[in-house]
């Protein structure tokens, strides 16, 4: 579950206050509104990216409106997936699995699991230069996924993709939601991509957040 409870966040003249809402563990929220309107801010307060001035944030049963991002346990797919340039796609994968100490053996497992739920293992030995946005969106998600994250974070993961791809991507995102079971919030500014991935929409307007159930 991710829940937000009364929150303020500001930055500069920019605020956004009295945030409320929850997701069920398991569910598939959309996060809309015009551009400006606050929706990276928000997520990333939820990844603990942002520096929050008011009210709460619960994974679960945790307050984790203090804690570092990677106490969260949040994987985050930014909007221009920021892979390490200097990495192959194995490794990229792999990267949050080596930061917490685990074995070899362990995160050739994962990386390789997880790379068969993306379709990318042809992609393994590959750097990064020359992949399609297609395949880069698809590296960042595995490498969102790999540690097993309590809830996923995607911004505009597909704004950048041509009509196909997204409808492929749209189809993997479905694919891993329910294999996985993990509890999704996803930025877009596409109604069809909204309609077609939500059990939930959260549309922030003016500051104003509504709620509206598929």
Not at 17 to 22: K, L, R, T, V, Y
Not at 103 to 128: F, M
Not at 158 to 183: F, I, K, Y
């Amino acid at each position: 579950m991710i829940a937000v409870e009364q929150l303020q966040i500001s930055a500069g003249a920019f605020a956004l206050n009295g945030i409320s809402f929850a997701l069920p563990a398991g569910s598939y929220g959309v996060l809309m509104g015009r551009t400006g309107v606050g929706k990276t801010t928000l997520l990333e307060a939820i990844c603990g990216l942002r520096r929050v001035h008011g009210g709460r944030i619960r994974l679960g049963e945790d307050n984790v409106t203090d804690w570092p991002p990677a106490r969260r346990n949040i994987g985050f797919v930014p909007q221009d997936a920021a892979l390490f340039p200097h990495l192959k796609v194995r490794e990229q994968i792999g990267f949050s699995l080596a930061v917490r100490k685990q074995s070899t053996e362990a995160i050739r497992q994962r990386v390789e699991e997880v790379a068969g739920w993306l379709g990318i293992t042809p992609l393994l030995e590959r750097p990064i230069a020359g992949l399609s946005g297609g395949e880069a969106q698809r590296v960042a998600l595995g490498r969102a996924l790999a540690f097993q994250p309590r809830a996923l974070c995607l911004d505009e993961p597909l704004s950048a993709l041509d009509q196909d791809t997204r409808e492929s991507m749209c189809e993997l995102l479905e694919s891993v939601q329910s294999r996985t079971g993990v509890t999704v919030l996803h930025i877009t500014h596409n109604r069809a991509e909204a309609e077609r991935l939500a059990d939930c929409v959260l549309d922030l307007r003016d500051g104003q957040l509504e709620v509206r159930h598929a």
